[in-house]
């Protein structure tokens, strides 16, 4: 009996050049075309994506503006509700315009240093209201207009004659 005869492997056939280069030219080919497609698909749709990116955006911000005016609303709405108020109003006129109910004493704390104290009265509201009746604005100004012409020749010759004095803390 014969045995059967086992087949020889295949051994690949070493390509000829042309045929590699067919070869390689075909896949590569298929890949350019992809990477083109995919390219001229970007370009297609990308004017479409900025136009959406830009409406988002548009509408982020009309939703901000539209947030902050309600809530402006709802502030003034809370203040308007204080002003119907009658214990926030008589609160508001004690604490602005300093008034006080019948019987009561108000006591007005200030600076020293802005006060003028030579009003003999001893209420501060004589001297403010003096100081509004005043014809002149202040001293100086009514001493400056009885003689301004020699005020302002003075003041140029000064001006154009003297130095000023430097300090040796310069």
């Not at 955006?57 to 809530?71: H, T, Y």
């Given at each position: 009996?014969?045995?059967p005869?086992?087949?020889?492997?295949?051994?690949p056939?070493?390509?000829t050049?042309?045929?590699?280069?067919?070869r390689?030219?075909?896949?590569?080919?298929?890949?350019?075309?992809?990477?083109?497609v995919?390219v001229l698909?970007?370009?297609?749709?990308?004017?479409d994506?900025?136009a959406f990116?830009?409406?988002r955006?548009e509408?982020a911000e009309?939703?901000?503006?539209i947030?902050?005016?309600?809530d402006?609303?709802?502030?003034?709405?809370?203040?308007?509700?204080?002003w119907q108020?009658?214990?926030y109003?008589?609160?508001?006129?004690?604490d602005?315009?300093y008034?006080?109910l019948p019987?009561?004493?108000?006591?007005l704390?200030m600076?020293?240093?802005?006060?003028?104290?030579?009003?003999?009265s001893g209420?501060?509201g004589?001297?403010?209201?003096?100081?509004?009746?005043a014809?002149?604005?202040?001293?100086?100004?009514?001493?400056?207009?009885e003689?301004?012409?020699?005020s302002?020749?003075?003041s140029?010759?000064r001006?154009?004659?003297?130095?000023?004095?430097?300090?040796?803390?310069?």
């Amino acid at each position: 009996m014969s045995q059967p005869r086992l087949k020889e492997p295949k051994v690949p056939v070493a390509l000829t050049q042309g045929k590699l280069m067919l070869r390689m030219l075909k896949l590569n080919s298929s890949w350019v075309s992809l990477i083109l497609v995919i390219v001229l698909g970007t370009f297609i749709v990308s004017p479409d994506v900025e136009a959406f990116l830009n409406q988002r955006r548009e509408i982020a911000e009309m939703e901000l503006s539209i947030q902050q005016a309600e809530d402006a609303v709802a502030e003034m709405q809370a203040e308007r509700d204080r002003w119907q108020d009658p214990v926030y109003i008589r609160a508001q006129a004690r604490d602005r315009l300093y008034y006080v109910l019948p019987g009561e004493v108000s006591y007005l704390v200030m600076d020293a240093e802005g006060m003028d104290f030579s009003d003999q009265s001893g209420t501060v509201g004589a001297s403010l209201a003096e100081q509004r009746n005043a014809d002149e604005i202040s001293a100086e100004i009514a001493a400056a207009s009885e003689n301004w012409v020699d005020s302002i020749l003075e003041s140029f010759l000064r001006a154009a004659v003297e130095t000023p004095e430097v300090s040796d803390g310069e």
